[in-house]
């Protein structure tokens, strides 16, 4: 039967292959022309990093150095006002409350006066009486010593004579002794300020009876308060004279003392009072006594707030908490620059001729909190001391400069 449909040319396949061929291969020639002819890119040497660095110009420090610690401000001395004797409260100071102020020998508290006072009297007429009867005794033994001298008298009688004059001079002697008692608890009725001083607490009114050995009130004193301030070994040494001074010698090391109140620093100047005996097993570290003459006065403003109000300065009070620095010892040619200054081995980064990096090695002292005590013989004033930080450092290497006030350093 024949097909309606016409019959496939089977001659086309074999000329779309070669067609497809060609095109394969022109495009292959042409991506390899363009290769071949690609202009060759421009060959540029790699730019050079040179950091920017801060350098500060070196200065040597003549001041000697700063011994610092901190610590809590302390009475020199603390005690507790108790009765020795009993009896009603008759009257109190107007100071005696908590913050009152006393000079020394400023009555206090008054308990009633008047059993002792005639207990007094009472012990003083009997000395009296004591004292008639041995004048008498006195005069009956001389007359006797006369009469039996001339037999007119016995011996036994002069001798009794005798007997009750050694008596009466026994009685005497006890008798002042019950005076001076009696005296002594008039005395004690009347308490007084042992020395200048403040009242930390008070317990005690007007018309409270009392008995021996009632505490009344806490009282330490004003005259002069300390600090106790730990240091650890190596910076104890730098203190000269330290484990010679002369305990209470306020011509001794100096020190500067200064509190942070209300936005402000203020400041008082001490002395070091004494240094402790031994280390502290604990800590490891010495005990040194700073005592600070008149904290009443009120500090001098070393930092100040910038408010536009006047501020009044306060005094130094017990329990602030205070940063204390010690004159140290003086070592000629010394100078300071920030710890991160100060890198392996103890060298400092200089800048030497046309911009370039130079190691140099010093000689560390001590550090005075984020600064770094230091000796360089070699390094003369001036020398731009490299104070920032470099992350890849080689000695030579160029660099970029950029001053720094030398005030933002000491």
């Known amino acids: 039967m024949n097909s309606p449909y016409p019959t496939s040319n089977k001659t086309g396949k074999p000329l779309w292959?070669?067609?497809?061929?060609?095109?394969?291969?022109?495009?292959?020639?042409?991506?390899?022309?363009?290769?071949?002819?690609?202009?060759?890119?421009?060959?540029?040497?790699?730019?050079?990093?040179?950091?920017?660095?801060?350098?500060?110009?070196?200065?040597?420090?003549?001041?000697?150095?700063?011994?610092?610690?901190?610590?809590?401000?302390?009475?020199?001395?603390?005690?507790?006002?108790?009765?020795?004797?009993?009896?009603?409260?008759?009257?109190?100071?107007?100071?005696?409350?908590?913050?009152?102020?006393?000079?020394?020998?400023?009555?206090?508290?008054?308990?009633?006066?008047?059993?002792?006072?005639?207990?007094?009297?009472?012990?003083?007429?009997?000395?009296?009486?004591?004292?008639?009867?041995?004048?008498?005794?006195?005069?009956?033994?001389?007359?006797?010593?006369?009469?039996?001298?001339?037999?007119?008298?016995?011996?036994?009688?002069?001798e009794d004579a005798i007997n009750r004059r050694e008596q009466t001079l026994a009685s005497i002697a006890r008798q002042q002794a019950i005076i001076e008692n009696r005296a002594?608890?008039?005395?004690?009725?009347?308490?007084?300020?042992?020395?200048?001083?403040?009242?930390?607490d008070e317990s005690v009114d007007l018309g409270d009876i009392v008995a021996p050995g009632r505490e009344l009130a806490r009282f330490y004193a004003s005259d002069e308060v300390e600090?106790?301030?730990?240091?650890?070994?190596?910076?104890?040494?730098?203190?000269?004279g330290l484990w010679s001074q002369v305990q209470g010698d306020s011509t001794g090391r100096q020190a500067w003392i200064t509190v942070d109140h209300g936005n402000n620093t203020y400041q008082w100047r001490g002395y070091v009072h004494r240094v402790e005996s031994d280390i502290d097993r604990t800590t490891r570290t010495v005990d040194v006594v700073v005592r600070i003459p008149s904290p009443f006065t009120p500090g001098e403003p070393v930092v100040e707030s910038g408010l536009p109000v006047s501020l009044e300065a306060p005094p130094l009070l017990v329990g602030m908490y205070a940063d204390v620095a010690i004159d140290g010892m003086t070592i000629p040619g010394h100078f300071v620059l920030p710890v991160s200054a100060v890198h392996q081995d103890n060298t400092l980064w200089t800048v030497a001729g046309e911009n370039r990096l130079q190691q140099v090695s010093v000689d560390f002292i001590r550090q005075e909190g984020n600064l770094a005590v230091l000796l360089a013989a070699d390094l003369p004033e001036g020398t731009p001391i490299i104070i920032s930080d470099i992350a890849l450092v080689t000695d030579g290497m160029r660099i970029q400069v950029n001053p720094v006030s030398p005030g933002a350093i000491h």
């Open 17 to 158: 292959f070669f067609v497809c061929i060609a095109i394969l291969g022109a495009g292959i020639a042409s991506y390899i022309l363009l290769l071949a002819f690609k202009p060759a890119p421009e060959q540029r040497d790699p730019a050079e990093l040179i950091p920017l660095v801060e350098v500060s110009p070196l200065q040597y420090r003549e001041s000697s150095l700063l011994i610092e610690g901190n610590g809590i401000v302390m009475p020199k001395a603390a005690i507790a006002i108790s009765t020795q004797v009993s009896g009603e409260i008759v009257s109190l100071h107007p100071n005696m409350v908590s913050g009152g102020a006393f000079e020394k020998g400023d009555l206090i508290v008054q308990i009633d006066p008047r059993t002792y006072q005639a207990n007094l009297n009472e012990a003083t007429a009997t000395q009296a009486a004591n004292q008639a009867n041995l004048d008498f005794l006195n005069r009956q033994v001389e007359r006797l010593r006369s009469l039996r001298e001339n037999d007119f008298a016995g011996e036994e009688a002069l």
């Open 184 to 200: 002594l608890d008039l005395e004690r009725a009347s308490i007084r300020a042992p020395f200048t001083g403040r009242i930390f």
């Open 227 to 240: 600090i106790v301030v730990s240091l650890n070994a190596d910076d104890s040494v730098f203190i000269p």
